[in-house]
């Protein structure tokens, strides 16, 4: 079946550090990828997503590029700022076709960026 | 401005009583979802509605029941069936069910059962 995997939490950075979040799936065909952020108290936003292969989605600084040799949606960030503290997931959605619609999300991995 | 709006923010409930979770949207989209999120732990899909007068079960529906009567309207009941039902539970709406469409998350409703 379906699954995503992120490393877990956690990750504790200074102010203007790099950030490096570990994402990789489990999924037939080719799923879409997403990433979303939850700051506390509050429901999910996007963040960024790709679509096929070799995609590269990018917002406020951060990145993921979708690899399909390594199943993997890793989360980058040059200089991470105290406001990016917030819980991030890795999700990816069967691909279409699939009568699955849902999401199916990563446990979630804590940043929190001291100043 | 478009969104979801989920009401309450949080609500007690005493055991053995139902409550009702509401979920509004006013973005024009076909499908809606509810999820649930324990601490610590990634969000799982309790049902989902691909349009209105129709939904299916997720991942995690015993103990709860929705309805699809209205386009912009989702609202979940936690039953007094549902064993641990003390959680955050989210909605979300995409565009609709198939393809790449993305799914656009509310703030969310933290249930707590005394």
């Known amino acids: 079946g379906n699954s995503v995997t992120q490393m877990e939490g956690p990750v504790t950075l200074s102010e203007e550090a790099f950030l490096t979040i570990n994402c990789t799936y489990t999924?037939?065909?080719?799923?879409?990828l997403f990433w979303y952020v939850q700051y506390p108290g509050e429901g999910l936003q996007l963040l960024l997503k790709?679509?096929?292969?070799?995609d590269k989605g990018s917002n406020k600084g951060f990145e993921a590029t979708y690899r399909k040799e390594t199943t993997s949606f890793h989360l980058e960030k040059g200089s991470v700022q105290v406001s990016d503290s917030a819980v991030y997931f890795c999700a990816l959605r069967a691909p279409p076709g699939d009568s699955s619609y849902k999401l199916i999300f990563g446990s979630g991995t804590r940043l929190l960026v001291r100043p | 401005d478009g969104g979801i709006t989920q009401s309450p923010k949080y609500l007690f409930r005493k055991e053995g009583q139902n409550v009702t979770l509401s979920c509004e949207q006013n973005l024009n989209h076909d499908a809606m979802y509810w999820y649930r999120q324990d601490p610590g732990q990634g969000l799982r899909l309790i049902y989902y509605?691909?349009?209105?007068?129709?939904?299916q079960k997720g991942d995690i529906a015993e103990g709860y029941s929705v309805s699809r009567e209205k386009k912009e309207s989702f609202p979940l009941t936690v039953t007094s069936a549902q064993k641990n039902p003390t959680a955050f539970y989210l909605c979300?709406?995409?565009?609709?069910?198939?393809?790449?469409?993305?799914?656009?998350f509310g703030p969310g409703t933290r249930l707590t059962v005394l």
């Open positions: 790709a679509t096929k292969a070799d």
């Open positions: 979300a709406s995409s565009r609709e069910a198939g393809g790449y469409n993305e799914q656009f």
């Open positions: 509605s691909q349009i209105v007068n129709d939904f």
């Open positions: 999924a037939t065909g080719y799923p879409s």
